[in-house]
């Protein structure tokens, strides 16, 4: 009898979601599930979320760990708002995933997991493989757990690793439910696992054998395809924020002409940044794993009082400890990017859960009056500008810029086209190598706080350059000579002058854009890593007739100067953040225009649907 040719079913866009224990490798299976995807041409956004303990109980609700993916052939901005696809890997995943999947969605379960011992860690009474709870969804099963066994036996791996390269197996049936070639995947294992030959092999295997189960089963006989998308011509790689903000680092010290020095103690979410610059020695980055938080900023910041690019990187509980060495980069007025990749708290909280809490810390969270550059960024691929753009007010105005992440933008993926270096943009540092004034004698002198009359900024002279000496510390200084000055006018006027600077850097920063019609009714103002559900949801409500405009923003101190006109020319102003609503607290109190706050703080981001919701809601 001849094989019956598969169903195709064609989407122009799906979401899929991998669930599973955190050690059933979901981040894993999702990553390579996506790179395929990126290679082969789809659009694409990511949302990765595991469980904050390291090791959660096996089998249990706390301990699922779950990635989701979007692709589609069209231009997308979100993950998706809930998974057309669900692959649970045991009932925990099930249980805790079930709710988000669209009724009639697609659920592939590996059945072996589901025995009395993980029905009851899940809180299961009854198997929903056979009560019938699953009613309404297109349920596929495969017994995993045995077919890798049969999978690996021939590979030398034995015990418990057998069992390891079951999200392999998930992986090549996925692969073949969506045409996707197990190739390159089959090259990264083998390139990942040199070492360990016996867990490639295995990985493989598996791999192949779940491919094979597709093929061959009739369940199975039917294959999802969505299209490559219309991008923009070019050479482009998938990449995360964490990466694309240590490129946009490296990039930044390159356009400065200055060597990068990265200073950081690991914490969540925010390690990975350490790990990526580290690789990159041959740019001449150093990097340095200090044994504390303020160890970390401290050796930053007399980095950058050496004349080095000085970067540290950590998440809010890391911001409130290196909150004195901060207070002393600003004081001596030297250059130094703090990247805060945010996380739910306070104090632990759920550290690898996202959220924008820290907002109103950046702004304030230093004894004194102590203002600070704030930008903060919007998707992976804005990271990397983003990153750039604090280097260079950093060195240009002489002051501690605070770049602002957060989990979701650090750990989701998208495509990106590569720049061109050519058209990156350049900010050469003129470092001081001569004096600036002269003496009542007429002799050559150096005041380290004559000040640039365009921008307020101190010159920089490097320790050890001849005739350029000069004295540096947290206590307050006298104008010009930067000498210890306790009379109280100075240290009023030192005060105003250093406010002064930071506001006048608003005649730096871009006139804010709006998107949406010139007529709009509403409109929707965020900032941070809301950019893709807002501007989903605006532009769905646009399409459903409703008058929405959208302003995102990169500038968070100082604002940009258009702002406020731009918030006079709306009735209604919608702010949805991801915390209780400090970006509100903010508008209300500079312009004092009454907004509508929308905040969520459950450690996950937005959907657009959710946005969507209360865009109708006050329309009405």
Excluded at 55 to 66: D, F, H, I, K
Excluded at 316 to 342: D, F, R, W, Y
């Amino acid at each position: 009898m001849a094989e019956t040719a598969p169903t195709i079913d064609r989407r122009d866009r799906i979401v899929l979601r991998f669930a599973g224990d955190s050690g059933d490798g979901m981040q894993l299976a999702g990553t390579r599930f996506t790179a395929a995807s990126a290679l082969f041409g789809n659009d694409l956004a990511t949302l990765p979320n595991f469980p904050a303990e390291i090791r959660a109980p096996q089998g249990t609700l706390p301990g699922v760990s779950s990635f989701q993916v979007q692709i589609a052939d069209t231009d997308i901005l979100t993950p998706g708002d809930a998974p057309d696809v669900l692959v649970a890997m045991n009932p925990a995943a099930l249980k805790s995933n079930l709710p988000d999947l669209r009724k009639g969605g697609l659920l592939l379960v590996n059945s072996d997991a589901f025995e009395d011992r993980n029905l009851t860690k899940a809180g299961y009474e009854t198997n929903p493989l056979e009560n019938g709870d699953l009613e309404g969804y297109h349920v596929l099963s495969a017994p995993m757990e045995e077919l890798t066994k049969l999978a690996v036996a021939d590979t030398g791996v034995t015990g418990r690793g057998v069992l390891r390269s079951k999200n392999f197996f998930a992986l090549g049936l996925v692969s073949w439910m969506f045409n996707r070639s197990t190739e390159t995947v089959e090259e990264w294992v083998t390139d990942k696992f040199a070492k360990n030959p016996e867990v490639a092999a295995a990985n493989v295997a598996a791999l192949k054998a779940g491919y094979n189960f597709g093929v061959t089963t009739e369940e199975f006989h039917f294959t999802i395809e969505v299209d490559k998308a219309a991008l923009t011509p070019g050479t482009y790689t998938n990449i995360t924020g964490n990466q694309a903000v240590a490129w946009g680092l490296l990039a930044g010290s390159r356009a400065a002409e200055l060597p990068l020095f990265y200073g950081s103690y690991p914490i969540t979410p925010a390690s990975s940044v350490l790990e990526e610059l580290a690789k990159h020695k041959n740019f001449g980055v150093r990097t340095f794993q200090a044994e504390d938080e303020i160890a970390a900023v401290g050796v930053a910041l007399g980095a950058s009082f050496a004349g080095h690019l000085g970067v540290t990187g950590t998440s809010g509980p890391g911001v409130a400890l290196k909150s004195e060495t901060i207070s002393l980069a600003l004081i001596t007025e030297l250059p130094l990017v703090i990247l805060n990749v945010q996380r739910a708290g306070p104090s632990t909280g759920l550290p690898t859960k996202t959220e924008q809490a820290d907002l109103l810390m950046s702004l304030y969270g230093r004894h004194g009056e102590a203002p600070l550059p704030v930008l903060a960024c919007a998707t992976p691929s804005d990271a990397f500008e983003t990153a750039m753009e604090a280097c260079r007010l950093a060195t240009k105005y002489m002051t501690p810029v605070i770049l602002l992440s957060d989990g979701y933008v650090a750990n989701s993926s998208e495509p990106w086209r590569l720049p061109d270096v050519a058209d990156l943009p350049t900010f050469p540092v003129a470092q001081t190598t001569a004096h600036n004034a002269v003496d009542d004698d007429g002799e050559a002198i150096f005041y380290p706080y004559q000040r640039d009359a365009d921008t307020l900024a101190r010159p920089w002279a490097v320790p050890g350059t001849p005739g350029l000496e000069h004295r540096l510390g947290g206590l307050e200084k006298s104008n010009l000579t930067g000498n210890v000055e306790y009379d109280p006018t100075n240290h009023e006027n030192m005060t105003i002058m250093r406010e002064q600077k930071i506001a006048g850097i608003a005649k730096d920063v871009p006139r804010q854009q709006v998107h949406g019609p010139d007529d709009a009714d509403i409109l929707v103002l965020a900032w941070g890593s809301t950019f893709g559900a807002v501007r989903e949801a605006v532009n769905r409500s646009n399409r459903a007739g409703l008058k929405v405009a959208h302003a995102h923003l990169r500038y968070i101190h100082p604002l940009p100067a258009n702002l406020g006109e731009i918030l006079d020319s709306y009735d209604t102003v919608l702010v949805p953040e991801l915390n209780r609503g400090q970006l509100s607290t903010l508008i209300r109190s500079t312009y004092l225009k009454d907004v509508i706050a929308h905040p969520k703080i459950q450690g996950l981001p937005f959907m657009a649907s959710e946005i969507e919701a209360k865009i109708k809601e006050i329309s009405e």
